[in-house]
């Protein structure tokens, strides 16, 4: 028969409470590492899909996430005529509050250069991409917006004529494409009040802030975005464009660098401390369970002692009973996890490989309390069975 | 007595060190138990009684003399104790004045636990257990955790888990303390039942004088040391 098994049916409730105490410190290890791993894919979002070889911002500048950035409005056709270059996109990106029906929103209004940009980057939930008329938007879904919706940005009224899903800034703050044109206008119009409220509302004020003072005002255009020829060299078109003077160019790797290692390092720091400390903390707690659990049972230990039980047995009691509360509080973790952090504000993001890492973490950590109580068991001896 | 002592103790002694001085909780007591022989140790308090049960069940080491079971020698001063758990768990069953049980199996399956624990398949050792429990008039209480059982039942289950194996040899430390005279008369009657029925050697300590009917000898210790011996028929 399974002693580990009998015994912990014996007490079903307390088995119950302790995996669920397990699982709760397993889950906020999921989402811590979740939210790292979130709040790393959705700054990387924009950079990893739109699809760029090259992002030429404004000289001497690391535009235009990790500072402001403006570049000169005809400076794609000047990129354009680069040997090397396949074709160039305008672009450009910045933090926007309006309001709509009655209450106020934020966006991260992001300029794209339609009908050159045709949106396969990126997958649409709803609706259509732009088409390339004015005064059309498409919206993520975590704004709030809907296909149909109509808004005031600056002067005009824009109508939602598509969805995403998950596309959100550094931030968090859901984006909201538009025509690269209506974006300037939009930039350009923002009066003082909203330029006010956007810096009292604390967040993104580095992009609003950069953009309302700092930079070139005669450009609202922030990056041209290049694709290179399958055969061109990279070096070559680089060193060519930046011997202008005025602009820098930086590759893909070096923007996803500047994101994660400039833009949100103390944020990843912090976060992956806290990992680290639940990690630690969690260890604590399961050993104690698995060592109290034996504690608890040395004079059964001892009578199977008596009896003549193999050593095996002891173990295989110790072993098993801390396994089950193992394997109990990881799938209570997960099945908890899966349900509750898709509705917290920011995506929770669960990874097969990090799952993984988890549950072998909480293994070992296992294992280690059950090699403790193993020891201490075999320290028992039969004759304690009459004290 | 006929056949080869089941059980001999040859001039076991045990020492132990305190704070004040060496205690000689045992002092040269030799014994030999035959198949079939229920024998009663009676003696105060302190004399050495639960220290021979211990020697004797190899339990604890001696500070000098033997342990013979069935012409072989088990257990001496620097016997490995944890080795003789393979001996302990085929040739000697254990009675207590606490019943032991283990809290969280039923009573069919402390008995079952004996008799896995010595390798028997899980289906024959839950069978059988029964069987044993049946005997007893203990087949109601089967599925029974020991809570649920009154004291005089989780004894008996104790005795039933102690002979599930048919050891040759039972030793008993005041089974019936814990028990009422019915109850207890009831426990010391299946020993002698035991012993008749399966030739099992039975060491009874006691301190109950209303059972000595029961027993084909007692013996008295005092400081240590076995007083003289005698035979009782019943
Ligand atoms: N582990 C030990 N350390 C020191 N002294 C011990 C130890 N075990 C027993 N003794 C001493 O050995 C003597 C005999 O003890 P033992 O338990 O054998 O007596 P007993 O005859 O069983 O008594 P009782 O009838 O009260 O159960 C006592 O004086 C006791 O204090
Ligand atoms: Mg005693």
């Known amino acids: 028969m399974n002693l580990a098994l ?77 040997p090397g270059v396949a074709d160039v996109r305008r672009f450009t990106q910045f933090s926007q509050q309006f309001s709509f029906a009655g209450a106020p929103h934020r966006a991260t209004v992001t300029g794209v250069d339609v009908p050159r940009d045709d949106g396969r980057w990126l997958s649409l939930a709803e609706g259509r991409w732009l088409g390339g008329s004015r ?7 975590s704004t709030g917006l809907k296909v149909g919706d109509r808004i005031q940005l600056a002067r005009d009224v824009y109508t939602v004529v598509g969805l995403t899903r998950h596309m959100v800034d550094s931030a968090g703050d859901g984006l909201l494409f538009v025509g690269i044109n209506d974006a300037a206008v939009i930039a350009r119009r923002r009066t003082s009040e909203e330029i006010h409220l956007a810096r009292a509302a604390g967040t993104g004020t580095s992009a609003v802030s950069a953009d309302a003072s700092s930079v070139a005002q005669d450009s609202k255009i922030s990056a041209v975005l290049v694709r290179l020829d399958p055969a061109a060299d990279p070096a070559r078109v680089i060193a060519v464009i930046q011997r202008w003077g005025d602009v820098r160019v930086m590759t893909t790797g070096e923007q996803r660098d500047l994101m994660l290692n400039a833009r949100l390092w103390k944020l990843r720091l912090q976060i992956l ?19 109290t659990m034996t504690i608890e049972k040395l ?13 095996s047995v002891v173990v295989r009691l110790i072993g098993q009973q801390a396994a089950l509360i193992g394997i109990a509080g990881y799938a209570l973790a ?17 990874l097969p490989p990090d799952l993984a890492q988890i ?21 028992v001896e039969a004759r304690e069975v009459l004290s | 007595m006929s056949g080869p002592s089941v059980l001999s103790v040859r001039s076991l002694t045990r020492h132990y060190a305190t704070g004040a ?38 339990l604890e080491n001696p500070t000098s003399g033997e342990v013979w079971l069935a012409g072989q020698r088990v257990s001496h001063a620097g016997a490995d104790l944890d080795a003789l758990r393979e001996i302990r768990r085929r040739r000697i069953g254990f009675v207590f004045q606490k019943a032991n049980l283990i809290p969280f199996l039923s009573a069919v399956e402390n008995v079952a636990l004996a008799l896995e624990i010595a390798d028997v398949a899980p289906a024959d050792a839950r069978a059988h257990g029964r069987r044993l429990l049946a005997a007893l008039d203990l087949a109601h209480r089967a599925e029974s955790l020991p809570a649920r059982l009154s004291g005089g039942e989780q004894q008996r289950v104790a005795v039933v888990r102690a002979l599930a194996n048919a050891p040759p040899l039972i030793l008993a430390d005041e089974p019936t303390a814990a028990l009422d005279r019915v109850r207890g008369r009831q426990v010391m009657e299946i020993f002698r039942r035991i012993a008749a029925a399966h030739g099992t050697a039975v060491v009874v300590i006691t301190h109950d004088p209303r059972s000595t009917d029961l027993f084909d000898r007692i013996v008295h210790f005092e400081d240590g040391r076995m007083c003289a011996g005698k035979v009782e028929q019943d």
């Open chain 1, 6 to 82: 009998k015994d912990t049916l014996h007490a079903p409730t307390r088995f119950a409470l302790t995996a669920l105490g397990v699982a709760f410190l397993v889950m906020a290890v999921i989402g811590m590492i979740g939210l790292y791993r979130g709040i790393v894919e959705d700054a990387l979002l924009i950079i990893d899909r739109i699809d760029a070889d090259l992002w030429v911002v404004q000289g001497e500048r690391a535009g235009p996430f990790a500072e402001g950035s403006a570049v000169a409005a005809d400076m794609d056709r000047r990129v354009e005529g680069v």
């Open chain 2, 21 to 58: 001085g060496p205690v000689r909780a045992l002092d040269g007591v030799s014994l030999d138990v035959a198949a079939g022989e229920l024998v009663g140790i009676f003696g105060p308090s302190g004399s050495g009684k639960s220290t021979f049960l211990m020697l004797a069940g190899l």
């Open chain 1, 273 to 291: 401390t806290f990992t680290g400390m639940i990690l630690v903390i969690t260890a604590i707690v399961v050993s104690l369970i698995v060592y």
């Open chain 1, 334 to 350: 997960v099945v908890l996890a899966w349900m509750i952090f898709p509705l917290f504000p920011r995506r929770v993001v669960m």
């Open chain 1, 299 to 311: 004079h059964e230990i001892a009578l199977l002692k008596l009896m003549g039980a193999r050593e």
């Open chain 1, 135 to 141: 005064y059309e938007a498409v919206a993520d879904g």
């Open chain 1, 359 to 379: 549950a072998l973490v909480l293994a070992l950590v296992c294992a280690a309390a059950a090699w403790v109580g193993i020891v201490r068991a075999s320290q």
